[in-house]
């Protein structure tokens, strides 16, 4: 089986970021390896000239940035983002449910999965959690993978249900808790999870503070198709446009500009948070960026406001089997590229002054793309490109990759289709 480069990169980011909090972690890695220097939000910092630099913040958000080797007169800003949360099941304070010798756990829907998708599979969970420490406003914060499909969440029998196949509406409090253990004698009902969790974590359970966790499908990636065309995996939307963004701020830069990418938490569930796209973190970053290399706020704020921002997510590829769901004229294919998403009451950002900005530098590239529009009588989903956009005050123009399946536990794309994105960002960065 012929895999690209872009595709074994992409598979092994999937694998690795089974939450947001270690999405963000195996991007310091991927960042410390190529050379970046890790700064923390509250220290003052010293940037030099041809470096490279990044800064986790809360946990699952981050920002990274390079600074170029010419930095006289005002800087040129340019700017990708994406967002490492993804539509799941998250797992809920005092979770142990017990019903005849059934171990169950209490779970919350987080963002809008297709649910049906998570039943019948094999789950595991993946976070962080925060354990006592000598000082209460400092807790030990500890990343947990369980890695082991330690979770199911089982069909009803068509027996028992008839009308399965005509369509079943899943209630989220009473069809789609976990199945994790049958508790055997001696086992305690209401501390089956809590002992699993403190045993992951090396602590005793009456340490642990707090958690954020995630269920996740424990499927591995896999490449089908005819011609190995196709990869099938949980997380494509957005961890797509994650990879595509640290490939291109590891790529190079340009001599006399500053490139950053920000990868956000919580666009599923609309960023208005502190680590998600509507909040002042951004703005915070960028002004220390700019005063630690010396310049006045009035040089900052001219630079973002003549700055450029690539919004990445991904997009609705035709479905096979429903080619009406798509617009008449404004449909794309995966394997067709880049898509540069487009829409009248922008829910994406993009105008047509920016958008050929991207065309020119695809066509130059010889960079496959295509322009999409949903349905005029569908709404469509939308991006953090129009909220950052508005808080930034600065161009954009959001694109992505085109997948089907969007939104449930396991996604499908072409596998030249990252190929192109991750051109594209690196394009974007170095010309």
Known sequence: MNISEDTKQLMTLLDAAVSP????????????????????????????????????????????????????GRPSLRLEAAHTDWPCLRVKPSPEVASERYGRLNVEVYGSPILNTWLDRPLSMAGRLSVAGPDPFQPDIRLVDFREPLLTIPNLAIHMNPEANDGVRLNPQVDMLPLMTLIAGGQDKDRFFLDRLAAEAGCAPEEILDYELSVYNAEPCAVTGLNSEFLSAPRLDNLTSVQACLQAITAGTRANGVNMILLFDNEEIGSRTKQGACSSVTERVLEKLFLALGYDRETYLNAVMDGFLLSMDVAHAIHPNHPEKCDIKNRICMGDGVVLKMSSRQSYATDSSCLGVIESI?????????????????????????????????RTVDIGVPILAMHSSREVMACADQTAINRLASEFFLI
């Open 362 to 394: 695809c066509r130059s590239a010889d960079i496959p793309y295509r322009k999409f529009s949903n349905r005029s009588d569908m709404r469509g989903g939308s991006t953090l490109g129009a909220i950052s956009s508005a808080e930034l005050s600065v």
């Open 21 to 72: 909090f270690h999405c963000i972690q195996e991007a310091a890695r991927i960042l410390t390896a190529a050379g970046f220097t890790r700064l923390e939000l509250t220290d003052r910092w010293e940037l030099k000239p041809g470096c490279g630099y990044f800064l986790p913040l809360f946990g699952s958000t981050l920002a990274a940035f390079t600074v170029g080797e010419d930095m006289t």
